[in-house]
C-alpha cells in the first residue's frame, strides 16, 4: 500500500477506526508476514504500548498468492500465540483468498471471540461505478457450503455508520523498531517419503520380479526401467556372479546329481540353505 511514512516500516501503534467488532480498541498494526521468532517482538511491543488488539496484514500487506506449508505454518503459530496470551487478533486478508485462509487456521482459531478475520472486498469507484451496484456473498458452487446467498445494495454498503474516512488514519504513530525483523519465507522441506514395504517371494518368478521392479522403478517419477547406465565401465571393479537363486531345491538337487561343480543355488543364496537328496 502506497501509505506516507508506512514504506518499509513493520509496526505501527493507533486506535483501531474500522468498524469491526475490535472498533477503538488500541491497536498494534503489523504488516509483513514474519517469521516464527518475530512472535516474541510483537508480543513484547504490544505489551509495551499496552495494545490489547493486533492487526495482522497491515497496508494490505497479507498475501497468499505463494502459498506453502510453511507459510500456513507461520501465520497459525502466530495467531494461535496472541490469542492464547488474550489479545484480540485480527487479520486483514483479500476476499478472493478466504478460501486459502479458511484452510490455514485450525477451528479453534475460527471459533475463537477474540479472533476477527477482515475480508477486505476491493471495489475501486464504488460510488461512481451504478446506483444499483450490489455486493453479493455468494458460494463456490450451488448450494454447497452456505444455507443460500446474500445480496446488500449499493446504499446499504455505504451506511454512513460503516464509513471510515481516510483521515481518519492519520492519528497512527510508526515505531521505529531496529529493522532486524525482515519478512521472509523459508523453504519448506520435502515430505518424507513412506517406502511401502513389499514381501520377497521364497522362490521368485520372472512376473514376481517384474511386479518388483515396477514398484521401485515408477515411471510417473520419471524414470526409465530398461535405462542402461551411461557410465564408463571401471575395470578394477569386481565382476558380477551369477546368481541361479531362482532355482527350487529339487532343481538344485538334480544339479547336484548330475555333477554340478558349482553352487546350483548360486554364490548369494542364504548359508543357512540346505539341499535335501533321497537315498
Known amino acids: 500500500m502506497n501509505r506516507d511514512g508506512h514504506q518499509q516500516k513493520s509496526f505501527f501503534i493507533g486506535p483501531e477506526v474500522e468498524h469491526t467488532p475490535a472498533f477503538s480498541k488500541k491497536t498494534l498494526f503489523v504488516a509483513g508476514i514474519h517469521p516464527e521468532e518475530d512472535a516474541d517482538t510483537i508480543e513484547r511491543l504490544a505489551r509495551e504500548h499496552k495494545t490489547p488488539h493486533i492487526f495482522l496484514g497491515a497496508n494490505h500487506s497479507f498475501d497468499a498468492t505463494h502459498y506453502t506449508e510453511y507459510f500456513a505454518k507461520t501465520w497459525e503459530d502466530l495467531v494461535t500465540r496472541l490469542l492464547d496470551r488474550g489479545f484480540w487478533v485480527t487479520l486483514d486478508y483479500p476476499a478472493h483468498q478466504h478460501e486459502t485462509v ?10 475463537s471471540r477474540q479472533f476477527v478475520p477482515l475480508l477486505s472486498v476491493r471495489i475501486p469507484k464504488i460510488q461512481t461505478s451504478s446506483p444499483n451496484l450490489t455486493v453479493k456473498i455468494d ?141
Open 102 to 111: 479458511l484452510k490455514m487456521f485450525s477451528p479453534g482459531i475460527w471459533q
Open 139 to 279: 458460494d463456490i458452487d450451488f448450494n454447497a457450503t452456505n444455507p443460500g446467498v446474500w445480496c446488500m445494495h449499493f446504499h446499504e454498503v455505504t451506511d454512513s455508520n460503516r464509513f471510515t474516512d481516510w483521515q481518519d488514519y492519520g492519528t497512527d504513530m510508526v515505531l521505529d523498531v531496529p529493522e532486524n525483523i525482515v519478512p521472509e519465507y523459508k523453504v519448506v522441506k520435502e515430505p518424507t517419503r513412506v517406502v511401502t514395504h513389499i514381501e520377497v517371494p521364497v522362490e521368485p518368478t520372472e512376473e514376481n520380479l517384474r511386479v518388483i521392479e515396477s514398484a521401485f522403478n515408477d515411471t510417473s517419477l520419471g524414470l526409465d526401467p530398461d535405462g542402461k547406465s551411461r557410465l564408463k565401465e571401471d575395470p578394477d571393479a569386481p565382476q558380477e556372479t551369477t546368481n541361479n537363486y531362482n532355482r527350487s531345491p529339487a532343481e538344485a538337487a538334480e544339479a547336484y546329481a548330475s555333477g554340478a561343480k558349482e553352487d546350483p543355488l548360486g554364490k548369494t543364496a542364504p548359508k543357512k540353505t540346505t539341499v535335501k537328496t533321497k537315498k
